[in-house]
């Protein structure tokens, strides 16, 4: 009997032997697995219901924590990220979490001195966290210095990334070549590594060149191999099998409610793929099962708007084509449509090459996919034939001043020069360990924070997050009322939304009912297209309904809410933020005014009112899709007005600042 047939008459269930070198999975859904379909927006309430299911699974490790889900949680889901940890442990006892930790970027997007890394860490460990992934947005190791120190001393594990990148189609070329990744696997080891993973943040791996790789490294080491890989462009499961075939230890996948698209391969056909083979992983096809009901029936349809389904293909070739992880395209086409630019994407993908290159061909991943992003927005926007790089983020300099470490190739002297001039730390870039010319800064933020704090975790929140960790702490001890697109929506909300769509497409909702109430701050519209008729429907919840901010509806449908109440730019999908109110007329007589170039929030000023001031000198710090721009004063002249204060979001050409 072939192997084929004796697989097929065997019952699994009973039958099915021990693989001799089962493959390890770690499940991503409740961290990548949103961040990548859901821009991050999973709360604490919709894990739990599946949380003791799939501790029975047998995974590796579930990865729970870090990435965006820091920054999103206290943001945009008033939710304590390190609640979120010590609830979760209540309910998986067995599994151990694992959480990315962007090295010294810690859950934030610029390096952070050696003593809040260290505290962050050690908090972290104390809260639960049993994993730390930990990855350089450049791979330049010495930013791993003092977060490992502080994981072996937790006792933890301690996994070592290697970004996965390319300059050309395959791997290869120049920079990125096998090389490359094998020297960076012995760098790990050196340094003490408990497994390594090769973690291809954008789905670039093609499968023979994760064989490749696989085969390379295994070759040097028996340090347990990792792959993780976005489906993308779709090769990742591809990819993964290959792996698998050339030993990979360890690979990462969804649930399949959490899968496909920007996310990850999905479990459970990888589990049947398996089935039998010397790799079998054992987990019982029937448990996940259950696990996928209760997530299709209970939490999916609370985030099923936030899907982005403004296409039908699930795979897109244009990371293929510009490398661009995807979360980073949709911040681009996002950051374009808000300045009204949508038509210069062409110009865009065309920059973005160049200005990675000129920034040292670093690999695109946070913080670095937004550094070089945003960087090509600028250019393509404000540039004019005579300059380029007339608005160049704080982050671009801080990159050309080597505080994010070393770049994998010089970064391009003219550019560095014009990035570092007047730049406030010297205009001579530094080639040590960024962090040893960073200021300790945890007893500044413990300082500065005061009383708000209640405890160590609130100080570490504030100090990576001050303003807006300012305002959630601000929320949860109750010193302001948290908005209301904070607050979770339940079931019965999305019941009262289906229902009204559903009477729309009926042509229920078309005629106006005499003594209509006005249109609230909160109405909503939706396209709705019915046998080739198309309505425009507003929606308007009313009672106790409260509105997510991302559940308005996407840009493309016409925002109802005022334009000047423009979403926090950091939202990755923008969306109009009702609780913002939207910014009096300024009135600008007698002066110049300074206008925001590009929706945002104020992240502070830098003058006082009264203040005289030359043309050029920074007036006030905008912080746009992370990024921060510092903004200059349009004319000599004394400070008539500041409009904003720090926290404030504002529209496109919101007077800022007056200058007379
Ligand atoms: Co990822």
Same mark, same amino acid.
Request: hydrophobic share 45%; net charge negative; charged share 20%.
């Given at each position: 009997m072939s192997d084929q047939v004796k697989m097929t008459a065997m019952n699994y269930a009973i039958d099915r032997p021990k693989a001799e070198n089962p493959v390890k999975v770690m499940d991503?859904?409740?961290?990548d697995g949103h961040q990548s379909l859901?821009?991050?927006?999973?709360r604490t309430e919709d894990m739990i219901p599946v949380a003791e299911m799939m501790d029975e699974?047998?995974? %590796?490790?579930?990865?729970? %924590?870090?990435g965006a889900t820091f920054d999103t949680m206290h943001r945009?889901?008033?939710? &304590?990220p390190w609640e979120r940890l010590r609830t979760l442990k209540r309910y998986v006892k067995k599994t151990p979490f694992s959480m990315l930790l962007r090295a010294q970027n810690l859950v934030g997007y610029r390096n952070y001195a050696d003593d809040l890394s260290t505290a962050f860490v050690e908090r972290a460990a104390e809260n639960g966290m049993d994993i730390f992934r930990t990855f350089d947005a450049l791979n330049?190791?010495?930013?791993f210095e003092t977060v490992v120190k502080q994981i072996k001393k937790s006792g933890k594990h301690f996994q070592g990334c290697i970004c996965y990148t390319l300059t050309e189609p395959r791997l290869g070329g120049e920079v990125y070549n096998l090389d490359y990744y094998v020297n960076k696997a012995k760098d790990l080891i050196a340094m003490g590594t408990d497994s390594i993973c090769i973690k291809d943040m954008a789905g670039l791996i093609a499968p023979y060149d994760a064989y490749a790789i696989v085969k390379a490294i295994k070759a040097v080491t028996d340090i347990p191999v990792h792959l993780h890989s976005h489906f993308t462009s779709g090769m990742a499961s591809m990819s993964l099998l290959k792996a698998i075939e050339a030993g990979v230890d360890i690979v990462d996948t969804c649930m399949t409610p959490y899968a496909f698209r920007t996310s990850h391969p999905a479990v459970e056909p990888l589990v049947m793929a398996l089935l039998?083979?010397?790799?079998?992983?054992?987990?019982?096809i029937k448990k996940m099962a259950a696990i996928n009901e209760v997530l299709e029936k209970e939490v999916m349809p609370k985030y099923k708007?936030?899907? &982005?389904?403004?296409?039908?293909?699930?795979?897109?070739?244009n990371v293929l084509l510009h490398q661009t992880p995807g979360g980073m395209l949709s911040n681009l086409v996002n950051q374009l449509r808000e300045m009204d630019a949508l038509d210069k994407i062409d110009q865009v993908y065309k920059e973005l090459p160049r200005v990675r290159k000129e920034l040292?061909?670093?690999?695109?991943?946070t913080p670095t996919s937004q550094i070089v992003g945003i960087q090509t927005v600028n250019n393509v926007l404000f540039d004019t034939p005579e300059e380029r790089y007339k608005m160049i983020t704080a982050q671009v300099k801080d990159l050309c001043f080597g505080l994010y470490g070393k770049t994998a190739v010089p970064i391009d002297p003219e550019v560095q020069k014009k990035a570092l001039k007047g730049y406030s730390r010297g205009e001579t870039p530094i080639t040590c360990?960024? +962090?040893?010319?960073l200021e300790p800064e945890l007893e500044k933020a413990k300082k500065e924070v005061g009383d708000l704090a209640k405890d160590i975790d609130d100080v570490v929140l504030y100090g990576i997050y001050p303003v807006t960790g300012k305002k959630f702490l601000e929320w949860k001890y109750a010193v302001t009322p948290a908005p209301a697109e904070v607050k979770p929506i339940t079931l019965e909300d999305v019941k009262k939304r289906d229902d009204l769509v559903a009477k729309a497409k009926a042509g229920k909702l078309v005629e106006p009912k005499a003594g209509a109430p006005d249109k609230s701050a909160n109405v909503r519209t939706f396209n709705v297209f019915v046998d080739g008729e198309y309505f425009n429907v507003d929606v308007d919840p009313t009672g106790d309904f409260q509105p997510m901010v991302? +559940?308005?509806?996407?840009?493309?449908?016409?925002? *109802?809410?005022?334009?000047?109440?423009?979403?926090? *730019?950091?939202?990755?999908k923008a969306a109009a933020a009702p609780a913002a109110a939207p910014k009096a007329a300024v009135a600008v007589e007698g002066g110049t005014p300074l206008v925001a170039p590009m929706p945002g929030m104020v992240v502070k000023n830098l003058v006082n009112v009264g203040d005289a001031v030359k043309?050029?000198?920074?007036i006030v710090v905008l912080e746009a899709m992370k990024m921060e721009n510092n903004l200059t004063a349009p004319? &000599?002249?004394?400070?008539?007005?500041?409009?904003c204060n720090s926290g404030d979001s504002v529209a496109k050409d919101t007077v800022l600042a007056v200058i007379g």
């Open positions: 991503l859904t409740f961290r859901f821009a991050t927006r999973g699974i047998g995974f %590796w490790a579930l990865e729970t %924590w870090g945009f889901l008033n939710e &304590d330049d190791y010495r930013n039998g083979t010397n790799r079998d992983t054992g987990f019982d708007h936030l899907l &982005d389904d403004s296409k039908l293909s699930i795979i897109d070739i040292g061909q670093v690999p695109l991943v360990r960024p +962090a040893e010319v991302a +559940a308005a509806p996407r840009p493309a449908a016409p925002a *109802a809410a005022p334009k000047a109440a423009a979403a926090p *730019a950091a939202a990755p043309a050029g000198d920074s004319c &000599d002249g004394t400070v008539k007005q500041l409009c």
